[in-house]
């Protein structure tokens, strides 16, 4: 997980996410991947659609923190299959 986090704090810094937008999404990342980890999921939009629905459905977080997590697992999920297409 340690490689997947370093790898996307590096490309929050290219991309030039703000500080605030930096540390959200990475507390937002962490949980993604620990998801997969304890419902042992592939890293993939399979589990993301998953672990999306449970945030809304069973969780029950608010819009903007849903927001956030959506839109962390989306460019982890753009950094992470290009690497693997490629």
Same mark, same amino acid.
């Given at each position: 997980?340690?490689?997947?986090? !370093? ?7 290219? =991309?030039?996410?703000?500080? !605030? #937008?930096?540390?959200?999404? @990475?507390?937002? &990342? ?16 399979? !589990? ?6 449970? &945030? ?6 608010? #819009?903007? #923190? &849903? =927001?956030? @997590? ?14 693997? #297409?490629?």
């Amino acid at each position: 997980m340690n490689d997947y986090m !370093s790898d996307f704090k590096q490309n929050m810094v290219i =991309k030039n996410f703000s500080l !605030s #937008t930096q540390k959200s999404y @990475s507390y937002r &990342l962490k949980y993604y991947l620990e998801y997969c980890k304890k419902q042992k999921a592939q890293i993939n939009s399979e !589990s993301f659609k998953d672990y999306i629905y449970k &945030l809304k459905a069973i969780d029950k977080l608010s #819009t903007a #923190t &849903l =927001k956030q @997590s959506i839109g962390a697992v989306k460019f982890f999920l753009s950094i992470h299959l290009n690497c693997h #297409t490629n």
